[in-house]
């Protein structure tokens, strides 16, 4: 399967998330998307939500992280996990994919107020 389509297919299923509102247990999607990346995947697995984050690459990104071959990449998608029962985000290191290039840029992020983002989980 082409990245771009895969991309595309986690992108439908993040969507599953905001139709319940935006929030599992205590883990917030504002929380970890704070207005600048985008879930583009989610995963839930006992008691631990498991998303994927796109972040738009920049320029500097690019010119500093494309191997020899490599196809030119737009958007880079970072796995973060979070227990339902504490809320706070982080970088999820066990993912198999891992931090993943694609060649095409995130969808948009949902503006939320700013106090809605400091009162995340710390
Ligand atoms: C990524 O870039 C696209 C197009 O330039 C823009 O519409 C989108 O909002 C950006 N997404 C993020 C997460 O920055």
Redesign the pocket.
Known sequence: MSSALSFCLLAAISVLLYVEGGRVGECRTSCVERN???IVRVHLRDNYVMVGT???ATVDQKAGGILAGEPVFESIVTPYICDKNIGIWTIDELDKEGVAKFPV?????DQVAKDRIDSCPK
């Open positions: 600048v990346q985008r796109c972040k738009n840029r995130c969808p948009s992020v």
